[in-house]
């Protein structure tokens, strides 16, 4: 385009250079020829590409487009097509397209944001990250403008700017979904967590307990709940719900260690002992979980110190501790610390 502007100007300058002399008058330069648009042939091919294979659909679209390439419903069915086919690029391009083509069309803007949080994900680059993220926030914001109270768009907007760190806003299309459908839980438990990360732990309880009582089987929800009350120092309330997704996914070993660490602040160290020891069952090469053996092993001998095969446990799980996680210096004090002194056995 550049190139072609400076050959007008240039064909000018000569043309003003012949004054005083005869010249003859440029020929009028001709129309770019306009394609012709035939819309009713657009929408029978983009009519016959639905429940087509993808290759077939891709074919009938490319022909609708080539008959009316303002057809935005074709745009967006491509887009649909190749981000299905994890064609990224091609399916952005697509749906840009369909929003360019009919600004009003809320199906591609939306699309276009769940794209661009993807990519967002993806990134290897903050700077990207934030770039992704705020044009799927541009994006979510016309989206919901042009169909307002969509769930989805303000959820997915909240979790946008959840992300960026903007809280506030995070909160405002957190309350906005909730406004448009009280009864699904997502909204709550991204409110939760919205609240969670602002120490907000009184309403960030009231907003876990809120999805809970939504969808009871959300098992990470209750380890985050769990969390909350731990640090409100709730700790019989965060057993009852590290519990509760231990029962759930009963291949979680989160809320085994946790258990243990909890029961052992309650001074129940035979169930401590055994949430560990759950744990370590689940997980053999998980170091916490050999740790926390040998934290309540030991808590016992010294309660206890006429039964030295406490001692001799924990300090075998201490040692199976360190193999598996040898950057522990403090594991590393407590075994020189409590280990026998062969000195006084004579051995």
């Not at 502007?5 to 240039?10: E, G, I, P, T």
């Not at 083509?101 to 769940?114: D, E, M, Q, R």
Request: charged share 20%; with cysteine; hydrophobic share 40%.
């Amino acid at each position: 385009m550049e190139r072609f502007a400076k050959s007008m100007v240039l064909a000018a300058a000569v043309a003003l250079a012949g004054c005083g002399m005869f010249t003859f008058p440029f020929p009028p330069t001709p129309a770019t020829p306009q394609p012709k648009i035939d819309t009713e042939a657009a929408i029978a091919h983009y009519v016959r590409s639905q429940g087509m294979t993808d290759a077939a659909a891709l074919a009938e679209l490319d022909k609708a487009l080539q008959a009316d390439p303002t057809l935005s419903v074709a745009h967006a069915a491509t887009g649909d097509i190749h981000r299905r086919q994890g064609n990224i690029e091609m399916a952005r391009q697509a749906y840009e397209a369909a929003c360019s083509a009919n600004p009003y069309y809320f199906k591609p803007h939306y699309n276009l944001g769940v794209l661009y949080q993807q990519l967002a994900e993806a990134a290897e680059t903050d700077s990207l990250f934030q770039k992704y993220l705020l044009r799927a926030c541009e994006l979510y914001l016309r989206a919901n403008a042009i169909k307002t109270n969509d769930y989805d768009t303000n959820l997915n907007l909240a979790a946008c700017y959840f992300q960026l760190g903007k809280y506030h806003q995070a909160e405002e299309y957190c309350q906005a979904a909730i406004a448009i459908d009280d009864d699904r839980p997502q909204a709550w438990s991204n409110l939760a967590i919205i609240y969670d990360n602002q120490n907000k732990l009184t309403e960030a309880i009231a907003a876990y307990r809120q999805a809970l009582e939504r969808d009871v089987h959300q098992p990470r929800l209750h380890m985050n709940l769990a969390a909350s009350y731990l640090r409100q120092g709730w700790v019989k309330d965060a057993v009852a719900s590290f519990k509760a997704a231990a029962v759930m996914d009963k291949t979680l070993v989160e809320p085994h260690l946790q258990l243990g660490a909890c029961y052992y602040r309650l001074k129940d160290l035979n169930n401590a002992q055994a949430s560990y020891e759950h744990a370590a069952s689940l997980a053999p090469k998980n170091a916490e979980a050999f740790r926390g053996i040998g934290i309540v092993c030991m808590a016992k001998y010294i309660a206890d110190k006429d039964n030295p095969d406490l001692r001799e446990q924990a300090l075998d799980a201490w040692k199976r501790s360190l193999q598996l996680k040898p950057n522990q210096p403090d594991l590393v004090k407590l075994l020189e610390k409590y280990k026998p002194k062969y000195d006084e056995t004579g051995l």
